[in-house]
């Protein structure tokens, strides 16, 4: 419930900064920001992050994905795409976790898992096409949410065997300097040119929310969940962001919600949970660090 509503009111969050805010400015500032964080909060819950000799390049590259690659799409799309737009292209991204896990052999192949993933490529086309508004999205912004989404995807299979013997905050943020190859050079000189005192409290507290609230906390919260039931079963709590999101744009930022979205916000979670009917249970691990 905690991902859901953070990660859903955070694409609210991210309209709210990107007034503000440059796009690489902010991304760069938040990942230099939450990486001390992320070694705080393992350090006071005692989660180690030391990597033996040989575990460096899988646990980097995993962070690359995860925390470095995945936001530069996420962001640069989100820059072009309305926030219940945006919620509803990333949400595809357990349909590509279930099918990476085919691919990975790690589940088996399902026609619910086409046909699912068919009605909710409809669903996300009846609320981008059916959103009004200047700028509500563009062709670009569209397809650099997707893209994330199947970055995102890829990445919770590649993290899933780190996490077998290993407490899940430890985890992420062994994984977290990773992300610095891409982070630092794609934004540090807008970074360093931002001028900080034209920032209001509104920009302020978005890229606090930004940083602790959607970042640390719930990334950290999101790979427990991962290690306590599969990569699968965690994913499912992108099915429901959507929902916050559109609400939240509808309520915060006064962004138009019609039936027709609403509709095409069903057929998304209808597809999704198709897609799922007749996977395997997880096997969920008895011993999870919180």
């Given at each position: 419930m905690f991902v859901v509503i953070v990660w859903g009111?955070?694409?609210?969050?991210?309209?709210?900064?990107?007034?503000?805010?440059?796009?690489?400015?902010i991304a760069t500032l938040r990942y230099l920001l939450m990486l001390p964080l992320m070694f705080w909060m393992a350090a006071v819950l005692k989660q180690t992050v030391k990597l033996s000799?040989?575990?460096?390049?899988?646990?980097?590259?995993a962070g690359f994905m995860s925390s470095g690659l995945y936001?530069?799409?996420?962001?640069?799309?989100?820059?072009?795409?309305?926030?219940?737009?945006?919620?509803?292209?990333?949400?595809?991204?357990?349909?590509?976790?279930?099918?990476?896990?085919?691919?990975?052999?790690?589940e088996k192949f399902r026609w619910t898992l086409v046909f699912?993933?068919?009605l909710s490529y409809l669903g996300v086309a009846t609320v981008i096409l059916a959103g009004t508004g200047e700028r509500h999205w563009t062709p670009l912004g569209l397809a650099l949410v997707l893209i994330s989404a199947?970055?995102?995807?890829?990445?919770?299979?590649?993290?899933?065997?780190l996490l077998i013997d290993r407490p899940a905050?430890?985890?992420?943020?062994?994984?977290?300097?990773?992300?610095?190859?891409?982070?630092?050079p794609y934004g540090v000189?807008?970074?360093?040119?931002?001028?900080?005192?034209?920032?209001?409290?509104?920009?302020?507290?978005?890229?606090?929310?930004?940083?602790?609230?959607?970042?640390?906390?719930?990334?950290?919260?999101?790979?427990?969940?991962?290690?306590?039931?599969?990569?699968?079963?965690?994913s499912m709590t992108q099915y429901f962001v959507p929902?916050?999101?559109?609400?939240?744009?509808?309520?915060?930022?006064?962004?138009?919600?019609?039936?027709?979205?609403?509709?095409?916000v069903f057929g998304v979670l209808l597809g999704v949970w198709w897609a799922k009917q007749g996977a395997l249970p997880p096997n969920p691990d008895p011993e999870v660090a919180t």
């Amino acid at each position: 419930m905690f991902v859901v509503i953070v990660w859903g009111l955070n694409f609210v969050a991210i309209k709210y900064a990107f007034q503000e805010w440059d796009v690489k400015a902010i991304a760069t500032l938040r990942y230099l920001l939450m990486l001390p964080l992320m070694f705080w909060m393992a350090a006071v819950l005692k989660q180690t992050v030391k990597l033996s000799k040989g575990e460096h390049l899988k646990h980097y590259l995993a962070g690359f994905m995860s925390s470095g690659l995945y936001m530069v799409f996420f962001l640069e799309g989100m820059d072009r795409v309305g926030a219940a737009q945006g919620a509803v292209c990333l949400a595809t991204a357990p349909l590509w976790v279930s099918l990476f896990a085919v691919v990975t052999k790690i589940e088996k192949f399902r026609w619910t898992l086409v046909f699912g993933g068919l009605l909710s490529y409809l669903g996300v086309a009846t609320v981008i096409l059916a959103g009004t508004g200047e700028r509500h999205w563009t062709p670009l912004g569209l397809a650099l949410v997707l893209i994330s989404a199947m970055i995102w995807a890829w990445s919770i299979i590649m993290m899933r065997p780190l996490l077998i013997d290993r407490p899940a905050l430890g985890v992420f943020t062994a994984t977290f300097p990773g992300a610095a190859i891409i982070m630092v050079p794609y934004g540090v000189i807008p970074m360093i040119q931002t001028d900080f005192t034209a920032i209001t409290w509104i920009g302020w507290s978005a890229l606090a929310y930004l940083v602790v609230l959607a970042g640390a906390g719930a990334f950290a919260s999101y790979y427990i969940g991962i290690k306590a039931v599969g990569p699968q079963q965690a994913s499912m709590t992108q099915y429901f962001v959507p929902i916050v999101a559109a609400l939240g744009a509808w309520g915060l930022r006064g962004e138009p919600m019609n039936l027709i979205q609403g509709l095409g916000v069903f057929g998304v979670l209808l597809g999704v949970w198709w897609a799922k009917q007749g996977a395997l249970p997880p096997n969920p691990d008895p011993e999870v660090a919180t």
